[in-house]
């Protein structure tokens, strides 16, 4: 998969990441899975290091920030820990979203890489709202305040939402038209990130990544409506 980079300063760098492209390796990974950071550097031909200040899990698109200073990356760091940054997805699911809804339930891993919503777990919170519906699917957007591993997916799932493609979460592996088609990944992807400015944290970069082609093509066969 192509990395596109859709930012370029002194201290960042942002790229629209395509699905099935790691944000980092993990101890369970292969070695012969590409991730960001190689590719990246291979693409620019970059003679500093990059630092990665936040992760998309493999199957999602859209929005990742890298620094490219040590500075930029404590500043980034600091932000997203310190809940500054607003970030805003937008998922496929299975399931009818009438209005708005806040996701308050704590976020625990339950097995291997698999979370859930836990009594115990740590604060977690969603903001989802609808944005195109039909009786038996959604197109949503989400707004996640906290950072949890898998969120978006484990708080949609837990109302009943999950992802198309999110066999992990109970989301449907194939499309209900006939011949069934299969759905080849969780259809989630990271579509606006506004992040204070490394250079000058009283001024915010807002940075936005259009729709992949397989996301709008399952919104169209759904008969959901999705917008760039």
Do not use: C
Request: avoid cysteine; aromatic fraction near 4%.
């Amino acid at each position: 998969p192509e990395l596109e980079i859709i930012l370029l300063s002194r201290d960042v760098v942002v790229v629209n990441k395509p699905a099935n492209l790691l944000s980092e390796s993990d101890r369970f990974g292969a070695p012969s899975v590409e991730t960001v950071l190689p590719k990246l550097l291979e693409k620019r031909s970059e003679p500093n290091r990059l630092w990665l200040v936040h992760r998309l899990d493999a199957g999602t698109t859209g929005v990742l920030v890298l620094a490219r200073t040590a500075k930029a990356a404590r500043s980034l760091n600091a932000a997203f820990r310190e809940g500054r940054v607003e970030k805003t997805y937008v998922a496929l699911v299975k399931g009818y979203l009438r209005k708005g809804i806040h996701i308050d339930a704590p976020i625990a891993r339950i097995k291997g890489t698999k979370h859930g919503v836990k009594s115990g777990g740590k604060p977690s919170h969603t903001h989802a709202a609808p944005l195109s519906t039909t009786k038996s699917a959604s197109l949503v957007r989400a707004r996640p305040t906290t950072g949890r591993t898998h969120q978006i997916r484990v708080h949609l799932a837990s109302v009943d939402l999950p992802l198309y493609g999110d066999r992990l979460y109970g989301g449907p592996g194939y499309t209900e038209e006939m011949p069934p088609n299969p759905v080849s990944r969780a259809m989630l992807h990271a579509m606006e990130l506004r992040f204070p400015d490394p250079r000058d944290e009283s001024e915010s970069i807002v940075v936005n990544a259009p729709l992949p082609r397989d996301f709008l093509e399952l919104a169209s066969t759904l008969g959901l409506e999705a917008k760039q």
